[in-house]
């Protein structure tokens, strides 16, 4: 069974909510052997996890996103203001070009 089904009384009379059942299972701890060896882990923004060995770091799997979504968004603004051949660029898109090229420094390569 994956949840139960109760009644609760402040969200009124029949309503049903599912909550999810707990199950505790008793785990066995086994310590490791001793072998000298150090590795050092180091939480980050641009990887989730780096560690002195580099077959082990573990890439952010969202890093990045926010400034792909700026770029797109700022893309889509310089479409919307883009001057007619032969017309002067008008500062709204030279404000978007701009803001562009800054957000194009911060993804990842």
Do not use: F, N
Not at 75 to 95: L, T, V
């Amino acid at each position: 069974m994956c949840g139960v089904s109760r009644t609760h009384g402040s969200e009124g009379a029949g309503t049903r909510r599912r909550v999810p059942a707990t199950r505790l299972v008793p785990a066995e701890v086994r310590p490791l052997a001793e072998t000298g060896a150090v590795i050092g882990v180091d939480w980050g923004v641009k990887e989730t996890a780096t560690t002195t060995s580099d077959a082990h770091d573990l890439p952010h799997a969202e890093h990045g996103k926010k400034a792909q979504a700026k770029l797109s968004r700022y893309d889509r603004m310089m479409a919307r203001r883009k001057p007619a051949k032969g017309q002067a660029a008008s500062k709204g898109y030279r404000e978007a070009k701009h803001l562009r090229a800054k957000a194009h420094l911060t993804i990842p390569s």
